[in-house]
T-cell receptor, first 113, second 112 residues
Framework: EAQVTQNPRYLITVTGKKLTVTCSQNMNHEYMSWYRQDPGLGLRQIYYSMNVEVTDKGDVPEGYKVSRKEKRNFPLILESPSPNQTSLYFC????????????FGPGTRLTVT | DQQVKQNSPSLSVQEGRISILNCDYTNSMFDYFLWYKKYPAEGPTFLISISSIKDKNEDGRFTVFLNKSAKHLSLHIVPSQPGDSAVYFCAASEVTGNQFYFGTGTSLTVIP
């Protein structure tokens, strides 16, 4: 089954404790991206990757890091989480770039206290 | 600054009637537009798209209209069904770019 998986689905952590949210897709997609969803702000793009070893900033990259060492995986790293990073995070992938539909993961609900 | 705006946070429609969801954008360089549908506790799923060379695209009960001069697009759902109740996001991008910009979403409720 074609899918994007994210782990964990729910995470409660404390300020400053490094964490990684994993994302994996099994569709051999080139393009992968991370979004955060906040009330009244919709979905905002954090980082995206056009292919292995190619990553770039989206609209709200501050406080986040990503890596793309393999085509299927695109982890999101919060080196020192802060309460303003409490949000719902979605990973997505598409065949290649913005003219192709994106497939989204189920989301990761992160709470930073 | 929000480049894609959905000014109606919510919309209620009777089953069988037409639902019209609106989206405005500010960046004249956007040339590809998509609509996504999101149920609670799930990720968004793609619904329909349109490129700027067209002004209309249909897929079954769903039609998207694009008015480039007004920087406005709309999604029409006819007839509306209770299963259409969800949050709808519009999104925009430049074909030559790699970023996506989403609106804030409109929560549609279809009343049986």
């Amino acid at each position: 089954e074609a899918q994007v998986t994210q782990n964990p689905r729910y995470l409660i952590t404390v300020t400053g404790k490094k964490l990684t949210v994993t994302c994996s897709q099994n569709m051999n997609h080139e393009y992968m991206s991370w979004y955060r969803q906040d009330p009244g702000l919709g979905l905002r793009q954090i980082y995206y990757s056009m292919n292995v070893e190619v990553t770039d900033k989206g609209d709200v990259p501050e406080g986040y890091k990503v890596s793309r060492k393999e085509k299927r995986n695109f982890p999101l790293i919060l080196e020192s989480p802060s309460p303003n990073q409490t949000s719902l995070y979605f990973c997505a992938s598409s065949y290649s770039g913005p003219t192709y539909e994106q497939y989204f993961g189920p989301g990761t609900r992160l709470t930073v206290t | 600054d929000q480049q894609v705006k959905q000014n109606s946070p919510s919309l209620s429609v009777q089953e069988g009637r037409i639902s019209i969801l609106n989206c405005d954008y500010t960046n004249s360089m956007f040339d590809y537009f998509l609509w996504y549908k999101k149920y609670p506790a799930e990720g968004p799923t793609f619904l329909i798209s349109i490129s700027s060379i067209k002004d209309k695209n249909e897929d079954g009960r769903f039609t998207v209209f694009l008015n480039k001069s007004a920087k406005h697009l709309s999604l029409h759902i006819v007839p509306s069904q209770p299963g259409d109740s969800a949050v709808y996001f519009c999104a925009a991008s430049e074909v030559t770019g790699n970023q996506f910009y989403f609106g804030t979403g409109t929560s549609l409720t279809v009343i049986p």
